[in-house]
Antibody
Framework: QVQLQESGPGVVKPSQTLSLTCTVSGGSISSGGYYWSWIRQHPGKGLEWIGYIYYSGSTDYNPSLKSRVAISVDTSKNQFSLKVSSVTAADTAVYFC?????????WGQGTLVTVSP | DIQMTQSPSSLSASVGDRVTITCRASQSISSYLNWYQQKPEKAPKLLISAASNLQSGVPSRFSGTGSGTEFTLTISSLQPEDFATYYCQQSYSSPLTFGGGTTVEIK
């Protein structure tokens, strides 16, 4: 059974960079066949797709965030990561990592990131 | 971007009721439509993919239909554990987009 776990700071200051890591267990990112995604949910709101990465490093991002977002992969650690630069209060959300590019069958539990001075 | 519109945004129902949730896409997405269930403080759970493909382990009281621009999720007999928020999501094209959610509450 694949499991995903997000980790990273729970508070980030405005204008700084939000950095999160997703650790995958129960399966190897480098075995191929799956993409790995980040999705966020603003407090009390719906879901927003951020982007995804393949083990080869191929990515796709939501155009609404593309200028500020970078997703990377570290196959040696079986992890993939998210960076969002120049954050504002509007980036306060629960961030989920998930398996899949278009359909998400396994999810992390989510981590709340608050942008606050 | 493809806009996904769910209705209703919330509903109240009793255990045993038949519940139907509608999702409309702003353009045709064929059958590239997924349904998720989310309970408070939890990650979404994939219920149905490709409009009608029930995921392993999901009770058969859940079903999905539709193609093109209109889709429905039906719960044939609502159970206590089904009270949650349900989201549709188009998997037709990037950027992937979700509906606004339908919260199913206890009547």
């Amino acid at each position: 059974q694949v499991q995903l776990q997000e980790s990273g700071p729970g508070v980030v200051k405005p204008s700084q960079t939000l950095s999160l890591t997703c650790t995958v267990s129960g399966g190897s990112i480098s075995s191929g066949g799956y993409y790995w995604s980040w999705i966020r949910q603003h407090p009390g709101k719906g879901l927003e797709w951020i982007g995804y990465i393949y083990y080869s490093g191929s990515t796709d991002y939501n155009p609404s965030l593309k200028s500020r977002v970078a997703i990377s992969v570290d196959t040696s650690k079986n992890q993939f990561s998210l960076k969002v630069s120049s954050v504002t209060a509007a980036d306060t959300a629960v961030y989920f990592c998930a398996r899949g590019s278009m359909t998400y069958d396994f999810w992390g539990q989510g981590t709340l990131v608050t942008v606050s001075p | 971007d493809i806009q996904m519109t769910q209705s209703p945004s919330s509903l109240s129902a009793s255990v045993g009721d038949r519940v139907t949730i509608t999702c409309r896409a702003s353009q045709s997405i064929s059958s590239y439509l997924n349904w998720y269930q989310q309970k408070p403080e939890k990650a979404p759970k994939l219920l149905i993919s490709a409009a009608s493909n029930l995921q392993s382990g999901v009770p058969s009281r859940f079903s999905g239909t539709g193609s093109g621009t209109e889709f429905t999720l039906t719960i044939s007999s609502l159970q206590p554990e089904d009270f949650a928020t349900y989201y549709c999501q188009q998997s037709y094209s990037s950027p992937l987009t979700f509906g606004g959610g339908t919260t199913v509450e206890i009547k």
